[in-house]
Nanobody
Framework: QVQLVESGGSSVQAGGSLTLSCVSS????????MGWFRQAPGKEREGVAG???????LYADSVKGRFTIWQDNTQNVLYLQMSALKPEDTAMYYC???????????????????WGQGTQVTVSE
């Protein structure tokens, strides 16, 4: 059973930066895809960034150039560095994982088997 635990969410002013972390445990497959998703109040959950075991990366257009996803496989930690934050980035951010490599569907929540509990990011004007 894969467990994912996010941390790093906080309140920050627009233009600021945050780095989210997701510690995974119990992952046994060598081919995997992991992603960051977010859900704002009253909105559907959307994919933000995805990365797989071969470091193939995909970003949502809304965060390209501002967010960076990377992983530390020695510690089984997934990161999301967020800069130039905007109020519209305010959301609960979730880490997710599934077996198999990421392809064009890395930002689609369907197919992800495992989810963390989320960490809140609030960006004020």
């Amino acid at each position: 059973q894969v467990q994912l635990v996010e941390s790093g969410g906080s309140s920050v002013q627009a233009g600021g930066s945050l780095t989210l972390s997701c510690v995974s445990s119990g992952r046994t497959y060598s081919k995997y895809c992991m992603g960051w998703f977010r859900q704002a109040p009253g909105k559907e959950r959307e994919g933000v960034a995805g990365i797989d075991a071969d470091d193939r990366i995909l970003y949502a257009d809304s965060v390209k150039g501002r967010f960076t996803i990377w992983q530390d496989n020695t510690q089984n930690v997934l990161y999301l560095q967020m800069s130039a934050l905007k109020p519209e980035d305010t959301a609960m951010y979730y880490c997710a994982a599934r077996g198999g490599y990421c392809y064009g569907d890395a930002l689609m929540q369907e197919g992800y088997n495992y989810w963390g509990q989320g960490t809140q990011v609030t960006v004020s004007e």
